[in-house]
């Protein structure tokens, strides 16, 4: 046990003198905390519009017989249209919201140093965005680049806007009028400059890479990034991502937190490929999404803790089994905290294995699940508070087998905890009975 405990503390002291200093530096980043607060912010057009894909595409074969199916697909397929309009009009474009939303929180950033107006921020990188990713043609604008191709260059496209607009605003490089001018008045015309130098800079370059590569800049940038896209998709980086996230929750850190706000870009950007191969009716590319990483890996909140609350329900310790009932109606909601706090699991070594194991092995279980196509892939957004296996469901177009995939996962879960669950278990009963004794002696004594 000594042994164990000395591996455990080698472990812990890694993580809080190496591990969470460096992810505290990088989530309190102000570029990385702008990015993870834009989609955020453009989180609700993609739930709004990933729930109309399901309906425009409902989960049944062309060839079904059942009444109800066969209404529902010659219905979706007769206004078609219709129905994907608000799509269009959400998902289809996430790019132009996740990048307005970028450029206003990033400029909150600079409000009091450098007086930056958030809202300008985000209008210049509207502007610029669109000049580079949806060129006129023929009287129209494309969007084609302005859903989750256009991702990686919103980001870099509202981060270069805002920096540069702080960068002419340090150097008094600007129109300046009078202070009695009305601040609306000001702002606008403070904008002149930037708005200047992204045409000059910017169309030029977008220019450049049409001539030269018959490409937009959006196209562009994810020939660039698809290595990354592809590596961010497979098996080793899902376990690699679990196990930083678990690893820094285990220590105190909300690792979740920091580990989604980093791969939400690669997350949105395989939705959306996803999403057009679904349309094109050709097979789905990609497994690792939010979705997935919500509803099939942490089932019942970080640590795959459904399982351990299940386990609770049953202990022969008052704790636990409170613990338990307070617990398991939150954790059909993926909130956990009421029992990683109130066992208490984080930096508790009794269960530093299966918070960090049962995770991964889910991990494992539904990569290969859907790469074996057992069940399908996940096309929509879903809140991470809908319960899992209905969430997953949703997610993956109401695919039944993926609520029974939940359901599974959630009893390995809690083959994994158990063990540990009845060392805990045993510790607390130790302790309960020695405070049960020490009551009672006390209440003799009174008497």
């Given at each position: 046990m000594s042994a164990n405990h000395a591996a455990f503390n080698l472990i812990f002291r890694f993580v809080e003198n190496y591990v969470s200093p460096i992810a505290g530096r990088i989530s309190a980043q102000r570029h990385v905390m702008a990015i993870r607060d834009g989609f955020i912010s453009a989180m609700p057009f993609m739930i709004v519009g990933s729930f109309l894909l399901i309906f425009a595409y409902p989960p049944f074969s062309p060839d079904t017989t059942w009444g109800f199916a066969r209404g529902w697909l010659d219905l979706a397929?007769?206004?078609?249209?219709?129905?994907?309009?608000?799509?269009?009009?959400?998902?289809g474009i996430m790019s132009i919201y996740i990048c307005a939303a970028i450029a206003y929180n990033l400029g909150k950033h600079y409000v009091k140093s450098h007086q930056l107006d958030p809202f300008m921020c985000a209008m210049l990188s509207l502007?610029?965005?669109?000049?580079?990713?949806?060129?006129?043609?023929?009287?129209?604008?494309?969007?084609h680049s302005l859903g989750g191709t256009g991702i990686f260059t919103a980001i870099l496209v509202a981060i270069y806007c805002v920096e540069m607009m702080r960068f002419l605003k340090a150097r008094n490089i600007g129109i300046r009028l009078p202070d009695q001018v009305p601040p609306m008045i000001k702002n606008s015309f403070d904008l002149l400059i930037p708005v200047l130098v992204v045409v000059l800079t910017l169309y030029p370059l977008s220019l450049f890479i049409q001539s030269e590569f018959s490409v937009l800049i959006p196209q562009a940038i994810m020939a660039l990034f698809k290595p990354l896209v592809a590596a961010a998709d497979s098996l080793p980086a899902i376990l690699l991502a679990v196990l930083i996230g678990h690893l820094l929750w285990f220590a105190g850190i909300h690792g979740a937190a920091i580990v989604s706000g980093m791969l939400q870009m690669f997350w949105l950007t395989n939705l959306g490929m996803n999403q057009t191969a679904l349309a094109q009716g050709t097979p789905l590319p990609h497994i690792f999404m939010e979705a997935f990483w919500t509803f099939f890996i942490v089932v019942g909140g970080s640590g795959a803790t459904m399982g351990l609350v299940i386990c609770y329900l049953r202990s022969r310790s008052v704790h636990l089994r409170s613990i338990g009932r307070l617990s398991i109606v939150p954790s059909f909601f993926n909130i956990n905290e009421p029992v990683i706090f109130g066992t208490p699991i984080v930096m508790n070594p009794v269960f530093f294995i299966p918070f960090l194991l049962a995770p991964l092995v889910n991990s494992v279980i539904a990569w290969g699940a859907m790469k074996m196509d057992l069940i399908g892939r996940v096309i929509a957004v879903v809140p991470w508070t809908a319960p899992a296996p209905i969430g997953a469901a949703w997610a993956l177009g109401w695919d039944y087998r993926a609520a029974i995939l939940v359901v599974v996962l959630a009893a390995v879960s809690a083959?994994?905890?158990?063990?540990?669950?009845?060392?805990?278990?045993?510790?607390?009963?130790?302790?309960?009975?020695?405070?049960?004794?020490?009551?009672?002696?006390?209440?003799?004594?009174i008497a």
């Open positions: 397929k007769q206004y078609e249209g219709r129905i994907l309009t608000p799509f269009d009009m959400t998902m502007m610029a965005f669109l000049l580079v990713a949806a060129p006129k043609t023929e009287n129209a604008l494309p969007v083959v994994i905890y158990f063990p540990f669950f009845k060392v805990y278990e045993k510790q607390l009963l130790e302790q309960e009975a020695q405070e049960s004794q020490r009551t009672e002696g006390e209440s003799q004594q």
